[in-house]
């Protein structure tokens, strides 16, 4: 960051004169609160963990003092961002292991995994990695590409979406999987034309060799976890919503004891666990700022990479099938009533419009069953909606949760497998909004880049990551810079139960901010993915500096 400018060190001068309270930070510059009632300053002033005042540059001068740390912000200062969806463990376990997400070829796919396994111990697993296959054009990869590669380290490697993964033939083996493997409801077993397994699998089918792979020892998920909360921190990150989540509930607990948590973090467990979540609440409260268990997390069905997620009509490039039922409907709604009367925040991952329309369904059963209460359902994903589910979604208080990022990498695809009616509902971000529906933005980190400024320029541009929509993808989808800032910043808070702490810069409010190297409202629309982050400061703790200019 730059050097004070002259006019900063007289208004020092000034302000050391007064009786006015010291603080112990002030930032200078063009500030975003997100405060509808007051949406921008040029200056904030920070004192222990909390936001003293908001303002004018010369009036919030007057509480710098000789112990004051000062930042010069010449892009703009914005809310700190929270993310409403990731996965905390498995991002910070991905940092450390084999990275295929931009492979383009099958020989690039089998290269990484060899080199990774030359570095591995004898019986090592090999795990994470988020391929794509749609970089290469579409064949699916198997275990006989990775056989001759891997023969002393069991090998699951999942696509990025985490829907589906490929086994080599010593992870099959480990988890006891053979031809002569029985279906498993809510998956896919992939079989090539003779009945051999050729260790792809989907969904719940995943399960059997999840079972066998050894956890992270404590040790491990805390360096895991530590490791993701630094990568979050150094994306403006200062919040997340941690789905799924098991071990990284105890980790973050570790870390926090040690001094060392740097982000506020909400974990929704499975929503099969609903019962121990609910124990918990009872005898232990929801938690408080940094740390929240008070959700839980459930499936309706898969995604549309895997050609799992649950549509009305047939996919165009699987003619035979809607997708899957991630989740028994009779488990799933009775699920969602129980956990909803235990007093949990009820959150369901939901992609087809068949998915949505079923979930739907069901927090409405919840909620003639439990009577009226603040319970703030979420859709996760909410990726392709008709137009009555978005009503419902408005007319029902249900927050849509969505990856913009996810827009812009579908984009270059989702024309293959589905029909042009059902994409104009896809990533409908204006619909939900003009509908009165609200909106927490996240990435589904590691499906995803950990970045809101990605995230910002695709709900914005609706722009492609191939290129091939300069004027956006379904571009009366677009929203405004500030609506997609409020989506990373407030509406994340609102959908945590934090409003009345996070989401703005005012006074009062918890002193949780980010410094962008450029202002995002000023700026040309694409080049928002191009900006970086300067700092992240959380509770008035500036946890991340980064050189100006890169990320």
């Known amino acids: 960051m730059p050097r004070l400018p002259l006019l900063a060190v007289l208004l020092l001068g000034v302000a050391c004169r007064t009786d006015q309270p010291q603080a112990d930070l002030v930032l200078f510059g063009p500030v975003w609160t997100g405060d509808p009632g007051a949406p921008t300053a040029t200056a904030v002033a920070v004192r222990g963990d909390r936001i003293v005042a908001v303002g004018d540059s010369l009036t919030v001068a007057a509480q710098v003092g000789s112990e004051t740390e000062v930042i010069h912000a010449t892009g703009m200062i914005a809310p700190g961002f929270a993310d409403g969806h990731l996965h905390l463990l498995d991002g910070g376990l991905q940092l450390a292991s084999v990275d295929l997400r931009d492979a383009k070829t099958p020989d690039e796919f089998i290269r990484r995994i060899a080199a990774f396994a030359s570095t591995q111990a004898p019986g090592a697993w090999i795990l994470g990695g988020t391929w794509d296959h749609e970089n290469w054009g579409g064949e699916l990869p198997t275990r006989h590409w990775i056989d001759s590669v891997t023969p002393e380290n069991p090998v699951f490697v999942q696509r990025l979406d985490g829907h589906m993964a490929v086994a080599n033939s010593a992870a099959l083996r480990l988890a006891g999987l053979d031809r002569a493997m029985a279906p498993i409801p809510g998956g896919t077993i992939i079989r090539d034309v003779d009945g051999e397994l050729t260790g792809l699998l989907k969904d719940e089918a995943m399960n059997p060799v999840f079972a066998v792979i050894p956890p992270p020892s404590p040790a491990q998920a805390d360096s895991a976890v530590m490791a993701a909360m630094r990568h979050a921190n150094s994306r403006g990150l200062v919040a997340a919503s941690a789905v799924s989540a098991g071990l990284e509930i105890g980790a973050t607990r570790r870390l926090r004891a040690a001094g060392m948590q740097t982000m506020r973090l909400s974990f929704y467990p499975p929503l099969g666990n609903w019962r121990t979540v609910a124990d918990s609440l009872t005898a232990n409260g929801p938690g408080d700022e940094w740390i929240r268990v008070a959700g839980v997390k459930g499936f309706v069905d898969g995604s549309l990479g895997s050609t799992t997620a649950l549509f009305f009509d047939t996919y165009l490039d699987e003619p035979a099938s809607h997708g899957l039922m991630v989740t028994a409907a009779d488990s799933l709604r009775r699920w969602i009533i129980a956990a909803d009367s ?210």
């Open 342 to 551: 235990a007093g949990l925040q009820v959150v369901v991952h939901a992609i087809g419009d068949s998915a949505n329309a079923i979930l739907l369904d069901d927090y409405e059963a919840a909620r003639t069953a439990n009577g009226p209460r603040d319970r703030r359902f979420r859709i996760e994903h909410a990726q392709h909606l008709r137009p009555e589910e978005i009503a419902r979604m408005a007319r029902d208080s249900v927050i849509g949760s969505m990856q913009p990022y996810h827009a812009a990498d579908d984009g270059r695809w989702a024309a293959k497998r589905v029909r042009p009616d059902v994409l104009k509902g896809t990533y409908a971000f204006r619909s939900i909004l003009d509908a009165g529906g609200r909106l927490a933005f996240g990435s589904d980190w590691y499906v995803a880049p950990l970045d809101p400024l990605f995230g910002i320029w695709a709900a914005v541009t609706r722009e492609t990551l191939d290129g091939a929509n300069p004027e956006g993808w379904y571009p009366e989808q677009r929203i405004t810079v500030d609506e997609a800032l409020t989506a990373y910043t407030a509406g994340n808070a609102y959908a945590t139960f934090g409003e009345a702490e996070r989401g703005m810069i005012k006074e009062g409010m918890l002193a949780d901010l980010v410094v962008i190297n450029r202002d995002l409202r000023a700026i040309p629309p694409h080049q928002i993915r191009d900006a970086a982050i300067e700092a992240t400061i959380v509770g008035g703790k500036v946890v991340y500096r980064g050189p100006e200019g890169s990320r």
